[in-house]
Every structure is written in C-alpha cells, then in structure tokens.
Nanobody, 118 residues
Framework: QVQLVESGGGLVQAGGSLTLSCAAS????????MGWYRQAPGKQRELVAR???????YYADSVKGRFTISKDNAKNTMYLAMNSLKPEDTAVYYC????????????WGQGTQVTVSS
C-alpha cells in the first residue's frame, strides 16, 4: 500500500498563498485517481480537488479558479497550489489516493493544517 505524507501547511493571511505537497512512498502513476480533501472542525471531510492518472482535474466550486492541483509522476508527488486564500479555507488538508469515494479511499496522508487569518 502506498504511504502518503503531506507538507506545506501553515498560517497565512487572507489573500495569501500556500502550496501543499503530497509525497508518496511508491509510484503514484498506478493510482487511477488522487485528490486533496479538507476537514474543518465540526464538519465532514470534503473533496477539494482531484486528478486522474490521465491528468484530468476536478475542483469543488468553492475553490475553482483559486486552487490548482498537479502531480509529478517522476517525483511521486502531488501538489495543491492555493491562491487568494479565505478564512473559510481553514481546515486540515489531506491527500488521498486510489478511489473516487472517501469511504473507500485506499491511502490517506496524516493531514496538514492550513489556517487563514482575516
């Protein structure tokens, strides 16, 4: 099973930018889909963006136009570039891989905290 490790979270002011990284212990090329998810206190984990093995992307409406998902198969790493951050983007961000469905995700990272101050 591929292990995932997120990094790049932190505290940023509203309007600022952060880039998250998700490093995999094995090949991500074989994963049919990978994604970024987030969970705010008291809320369910939700999809932020996902990318397929073919490079097709999908974004939640709340982040469309502000966030960009990408991956580097040679480095076994997925990224999430976040711009124009808002306080409502504050959450723990997780990378997941291997399923389109949260409940059946094959691999999860440990999460990285993103806090956006107003």
């Amino acid at each position: 099973q591929v292990q995932l490790v997120e990094s790049g979270g932190g505290l940023v002011q509203a309007g600022g930018s952060l880039t998250l990284s998700c490093a995999a212990s094995g090949s991500i090329y074989s994963m049919n889909v990978m994604g970024w998810y987030r969970q705010a206190p008291g809320k369910q984990r939700e999809l932020v963006a996902r990318i397929t093995s073919a490079g097709n992307t999908y974004y939640a409406d709340s982040v469309k136009g502000r966030f960009t998902i990408s991956k580097d198969n040679a480095k076994n790493t997925m990224y999430l570039a976040m711009n124009s951050l808002k306080p409502e983007d504050t959450a723990v961000y997780y990378c997941g891989g291997g399923s389109y469905v949260i409940a059946t995700m094959k691999s999860w990272g440990q999460g990285t905290q993103v806090t956006v101050s107003s």
